[in-house]
T-cell receptor, first 115, second 107 residues
C-alpha cells in the first residue's frame, strides 16, 4: 500500500530534550516536506527536500533540522525543543512536476507536546 | 512570504452548493492547490490549478484567475461527509497554506 508513515504518532517531552520524528514514504517520491499545524494559523512549511542531500527552508525553520540521506526517509530533528514547538506535525511527499510539486500525500501526523 | 486569505467558516445545507474563495498575493510561476482535511486527520488532495479557468472533478470544481490572484473551490450536491476544513495552498516547491475554511453541512 502506498503510504507516508510517521513515528511517533504522539509524544510528550520536556524542554531541551532532543527528539527525532521519523518520516518514510514507499512511493519513490523525490519531494518531501514537513509542516506544522496550529489553530488559526493553518499549515506552515518547516523544511522541504527536492531529492537526496537537497534540503531547503520553508517559512518556519527556526529550531528544526532535517536530513535526507535516503530517498524514502526525511527525519525532523528538534535539537532543543521548547514549548512553542508544541504542535501537530505532518510529513508529506510527492513527485516533482514541472515548476512545482505534484499531488502531496500526507502522513497521519505527529502530535507533539513540549512541557 | 505569501499572503493567502480564505474565509474562516461556512455553513450550508445538504444538497446545496458552496463556494470557498481564496485570494493570494504573490508573483512568479506557481500553482494553486486545494486540500480537504477532516477533523483529526491528514489533508488529502482535491485539485491543482496552474492555468486560468475551471477544472471539474465530479462534485468538486476549482477555478483560478492568476491575473486577479483569485481561486475558488465549488462543492456541489453537498453531503454530510463534506463537512471538513478546506485548505488553499499556493507555491512551487515552497508552499504556503491559507488557514483553512471549515465547512459545516447541515441536514
Amino acid at each position: 500500500e502506498a503510504q507516508v508513515t510517521q513515528n511517533p504518532r504522539y509524544l510528550i517531552t520536556v524542554t531541551g530534550k532532543k527528539l527525532t520524528v521519523t518520516c518514510s514514504q514507499n512511493m519513490n517520491h523525490e519531494y518531501m516536506s514537513w509542516y506544522r499545524q496550529d489553530p488559526g494559523l493553518g499549515l506552515r512549511q518547516i523544511y522541504y527536500s527536492m531529492n537526496v542531500e537537497v534540503t531547503d527552508k520553508g517559512d518556519v525553520p527556526e529550531g528544526y533540522k532535517v536530513s535526507r540521506k535516503e530517498k524514502r526517509n526525511f527525519p525532523l530533528i528538534l535539537e532543543s525543543p521548547s514549548p512553542n514547538q508544541t504542535s501537530l506535525y505532518f510529513c508529506a511527499s510527492s513527485f516533482l512536476a514541472r515548476g512545482s510539486t505534484d499531488t502531496q500525500y500526507f502522513g497521519p501526523g505527529t502530535r507533539l507536546t513540549v512541557l | 512570504g505569501q499572503n493567502i486569505d480564505q474565509p474562516t467558516e461556512m455553513t450550508a445545507t445538504e444538497g446545496a452548493i458552496v463556494q470557498i474563495n481564496c485570494t493570494y498575493q504573490t508573483s512568479g510561476f506557481n500553482g494553486l492547490f486545494w486540500y480537504q482535511q477532516h477533523a483529526g486527520e491528514a489533508p488529502t488532495f482535491l485539485s491543482y490549478n496552474v492555468l486560468d479557468g475551471l477544472e471539474e472533478k465530479g462534485r468538486f470544481s476549482s477555478f483560478l484567475s492568476r491575473s486577479k490572484g483569485y481561486s475558488y473551490l465549488l462543492l456541489k450536491e453537498l453531503q454530510m461527509k463534506d463537512s471538513a476544513s478546506y485548505l488553499c495552498a499556493w507555491g512551487d516547491y515552497k508552499l504556503s497554506f491559507g488557514a483553512g475554511t471549515t465547512v459545516t453541512v447541515r441536514a
